[in-house]
Nanobody
Framework: QVQLVESGGGLVQAGGSLRLSCAAS????????MNWYRQAPGKQRDMVAA???????NYADSVKGRFTISRDNAKNTVYLQMNSLKPEDTAVYYC???????????????WGQGTQVTVSS
């Protein structure tokens, strides 16, 4: 069993900052990636940032230079530091875990319930 719990969402003014956290618990394998997605009303769920267990990161073009993803492997926790927030960043942010027990197994995906981030003009 795997559970993901997000926290840190809220309402901020444009230009402000917010830090999201996601704590994973349960059967967490060493081969994994922890990611942040977001979904605005009427839009599809898109990847915002990703980080592997080895520390490799990727970002959506829309957040490069403003958001930073990091993780604490000992705590199985991923963070998303969001700076210079824009109204366009308003969305429900979801934590995602992709993992597999070994290299010959398929990947499994898990999702948190999401946390609302609202950026006012």
């Amino acid at each position: 069993q795997v559970q993901l719990v997000e926290s840190g969402g809220g309402l901020v003014q444009a230009g402000g900052s917010l830090r999201l956290s996601c704590a994973a618990s349960g059967s967490i394998f060493s081969i994994n990636a922890m990611n942040w997605y977001r979904q605005a009303p009427g839009k599809q769920r898109d990847m915002v940032a990703a980080i592997t267990s080895g520390g490799r990161t990727n970002y959506a073009d829309s957040v490069k230079g403003r958001f930073t993803i990091s993780r604490d492997n000992a705590k199985n926790t991923v963070y998303l530091q969001m700076n210079s927030l824009k109204p366009e960043d308003t969305a429900v942010y979801y934590c995602n875990l992709n993992q597999r027990p070994n290299t010959w197994s398929t990947w499994s995906a898990y999702w948190g319930q999401g946390t609302q981030v609202t950026v006012s003009s």
